[in-house]
């Protein structure tokens, strides 16, 4: 049996407010991480952050992250050469904003 239009525009709407909290609650959380890390203290150009981050989230999903020299401590770098602040150790993925 088929939906009715109006029915299946109410289900997306809900599943839309669903995913928005989801983004905030995951949004607060690495935020918080980020603060406690010491991220925020950082002076750093948004698009590199992200790159950062991004390596992280490769990091943790099993992906291969471009790794330097042991004489600079082994820090993961990604493909730009962006340091990827991982120090706390914890999953930093998802595309949200902190």
């Known amino acids: 049996m088929k939906k009715p239009s109006s029915k ?6 809900r599943l839309q407010d669903q995913l928005r909290a989801a983004e905030t609650r995951e949004a607060e959380r690495i ?3 980020a603060l406690k ?3 925020g203290e950082i002076e750093i150009d948004e698009t590199e952050l992200q790159t950062a981050f991004e390596g992280i989230a490769r990091r943790f999903r099993g992906g291969k992250a471009v790794s330097t020299d042991k004489k600079n401590g ?3 770098r990604t493909g730009s050469g962006t340091p990827a ?13 902190a």
């Open 85 to 97: 602040s991982d120090a706390s150790g914890t999953d930093a993925g998802g595309s949200s904003e």
């Open 74 to 76: 082994g820090d993961v």
């Open 8 to 13: 299946i525009r109410e289900e997306i709407a």
């Open 37 to 39: 890390a010491g991220i």
């Open 31 to 33: 935020g918080r991480i």
